[in-house]
């Protein structure tokens, strides 16, 4: 078992009918003794809003929900 952290980041106020960009970090923190492995992320997308767009090519996305799976380890002290 490891103990991943995450964060999410985007804008503090947004605009109806403008796009907005989220970001998601995973971490594996340094105390950690080991790579972690199949990792994954699942981002639910609320109603009222309209997916657009991914930079990711590990990640799918629906009308609700983005799912990342991470395919490389994450060794401690490592951010994706």
């Given amino acids: 078992v490891v103990d991943l952290g995450s964060s999410l980041s985007g804008p503090v106020e947004i605009t109806p009918a403008q796009p907005i960009t989220l970001t ?3 971490t ?8 972690s492995r199949g990792i994954q992320v699942i981002l639910g997308i609320p109603s009222g809003f309209t997916f657009n767009a991914l930079s990711s090519t590990q990640c799918t996305a629906s009308t609700n929900q983005v799912i990342c ?12």
Avoid: A, K, V, Y
Avoid at 28 to 35: A, E, H, R
Avoid at 69 to 80: F, I, R, V, Y
């Fill in 24 to 26: 998601s970090n995973i």
């Fill in 28 to 35: 594996n923190p340094s105390s950690s003794t080991s790579p």
């Fill in 69 to 80: 799976n991470l395919t490389n380890p994450l060794n401690p002290g490592q951010t994706t």
